[in-house]
């Protein structure tokens, strides 16, 4: 059973940065691609980003293609989201999920088999 938590979220000004960090235990990364997804409130989850297995691909959402960079670290079993020039519509929790998909890359929160339990990232204007 893999457990993930992330790290690193908090208040930011508009414009700002914050790096997301996605730990894992239980388990290892390496097999896993891996995701990070946003709720805000009132809103549904939403996906952000994706890698795949061996970290040859990623994807993001339109709302965050050029300002958001996901990375993994499988010697240090770890996934990160580097968020630049954030705007206050990123405000929420943010959560990372693992998944098996070997092939592709998965962008729906039900080809995710473990989620984290999320860090809060608030952007002021």
């Known amino acids: 059973q893999v457990q993930l938590v992330e790290s690193g979220g908090g208040l930011v000004q508009a414009g700002g940065s914050l790096r997301l960090s996605c730990a894992a235990s239980g388990g290892t990364l390496s097999s896993y691609a891996m995701g990070w997804f946003r709720q805000a409130p009132g809103k549904e989850r939403e996906f952000v980003a994706a890698i795949s297995w061996n970290g040859f691909s990623t994807y993001y959402a339109d709302s965050v293609k050029g300002r958001f960079t996901i990375s993994r670290d499988d010697a240090k079993n770890t996934v990160y989201l580097q968020m630049n020039s954030l705007k206050p519509e990123g405000t929420a929790v943010y959560y990372c999920?693992?998944?098996?998909?070997?092939?592709?890359?998965?962008?729906?929160?039900?080809?995710?088999?473990?989620w984290g339990q999320g860090t809060q990232v608030t952007v002021s204007s």
């Open positions: 999920a693992a998944s098996r998909r070997r092939f592709g890359l998965p962008i729906s929160g039900d080809e995710y088999s473990y």
